[in-house]
């Protein structure tokens, strides 16, 4: 969308959320595995796409790179599916494979998305794109 506004990581969330969500990102590139059909509801173009995306989003993330609405919707909705999906993401694997408790990420991740809520909010609904 023209004229978006970017935002920072540090503007909307706190270093250990960030750190949730770069985690959550590596985990693509990893354990869990996605369909092309999955990755193209996230916004990516395909399984591959989403792949080589986190790498970059990791680094924006960790770098504090303003992102437009639709890089942090992907980034939300990435880490809600590796995090929860056993089918697709990481699931009943998390604790083991990143060193984070259920009970811990849940409570950050609901953090995550009420302060994503407002830039995340075009995206309810619809896919962010690829």
Known sequence: MPGE?????SELLTGDEIRLLRRALLEWGGPA???DQL???MGFADAQDLVDRTGPLRDALGDDVPLPPADWARVLLA???VFVSDLAGTGVE???????ADEPTIRMLRSVQRKLGRTVRPYYGKSPGA
């Open 5 to 9: 506004e970017r935002t920072a990581a």
């Open 33 to 35: 595995h996605c369909s």
């Open 39 to 41: 990755a193209v509801g």
């Open 79 to 81: 880490t809600e599916i």
């Open 94 to 100: 998390w604790p083991t494979t990143t060193g984070l």
